[in-house]
């Protein structure tokens, strides 16, 4: 057999729900089923009309039909049975067989339908087996799901029990501040106890605080550089008596004297830049330049977590 769509529609033809199982245009069903009760003939009492292309099979439910849509060259024994097997589907999902109902179940007939029916055959199925297939019972899941909460239940317990430490833990903070409060008060009450009764106890003074003095390790020294620096000077003016050129220690002295400059301490704050450039240039004896080199760091530092 080639059932062609499973339909529940009313005695005037307006569908209600309706399971394609071939591929079908809506204006191709919609025709099909509104054509429906013009062919019925209340003089009979056949369950199936055809026409030159289809055949309908169907079975009143109270105030609605259960209608098969195949094609004329199907079983016309199975079709019926197909069709008692979606008439006893229906009252499994619909405690009232009426249009509301229907409609509010409609996606679990439609799951049902599709369980009695694949690609136009249908399937060896009972109305059991397509109440478990439609449930979709899997132990699987159900111990997966059972792990899941048991899981779920032992973070809750291991946070809340991190959360009772932490509260205590809190507690005997507040009370150790509380003892260092009393003890610091205490100090103080015997303090003033001890300047009132300064008339019967002699008080002893504060004893200086000894400062450390670096001892200057250059002083004998000085004496010799310095003169040292006199026969210098003295050499210095007999070889420029005498015609020789002699160059100045001005400039080395001046050069070391910027390299012991020290770099005063920049004000640093909870995020510091510091930003450091290099400059290399070669140039030739006469003055042009042949190469230079910019090299440049930025450094930043953050000390505020915030």
Do not use: W
């Not at 057999?1 to 005695?11: D, G, R, S």
């Not at 009760?37 to 079975?59: A, C, D, I």
């Not at 199907?74 to 197909?82: F, G, H, K, R």
């Not at 059991?128 to 997966?144: C, G, L, N, P």
């Amino acid at each position: 057999m080639v059932l062609l769509a499973a339909a529940i529609c009313t005695k005037n033809g307006r569908c209600i729900i309706s399971r394609q199982f071939v591929e079908m245009t809506r204006s191709r069903i919609e025709g099909l089923l509104a054509a429906f009760p013009k062919l019925m003939n209340t003089g009979n009492q056949h369950t199936f009309v055809e026409t030159e292309s289809v055949r309908y099979v169907y079975q009143p439910l109270e105030k609605m039909y259960m209608v098969l849509i195949t094609t004329k060259n199907s079983n016309i024994l199975e079709d019926l049975e197909t069709l008692r097997l979606f008439s006893r589907v229906i009252p499994e999902y619909c405690r009232v067989i009426d249009e509301t109902d229907i409609q509010e179940h409609a996606f679990d007939l439609i799951f049902a339908f599709d369980e009695v029916v694949a690609l136009g055959y249908r399937e060896s199925v009972n109305l059991a087996q397509i109440r478990t297939f439609t449930e979709m019972d899997s132990h699987e899941e159900k111990v997966f799901m059972a792990v899941r909460k048991s899981q779920e239940d032992e973070t809750k317990a291991a946070m809340k029990r991190k959360a009772k430490e932490l509260q205590q833990m809190k507690r005997e903070a507040q009370r150790g501040g509380r003892m260092i409060g009393m003890g610091s008060y205490g100090g103080s009450g015997i303090s003033s106890s001890m300047k009132m009764g300064g008339d019967i106890t002699q008080t002893l003074p504060p004893e200086p605080v000894k400062s450390k003095i670096i001892p200057s390790k250059s002083t004998g020294k000085a004496m010799k550089l310095g003169a040292k620096s006199k026969d210098v000077d003295n050499f210095v003016d007999q070889l420029i008596l005498e015609g020789e050129t002699v160059r100045s220690s001005s400039a080395k002295s001046k050069k070391s004297d910027i390299a012991k400059t020290v770099v005063p301490t920049a004000l640093t704050e909870s995020v510091h830049i510091r930003v450091e450039e290099k400059l290399t240039i070669i140039a030739g004896r006469d003055g042009g330049l042949e190469q230079m080199l910019l090299m440049g760091m930025c450094m930043l530092r953050i000390t505020d977590d915030k």
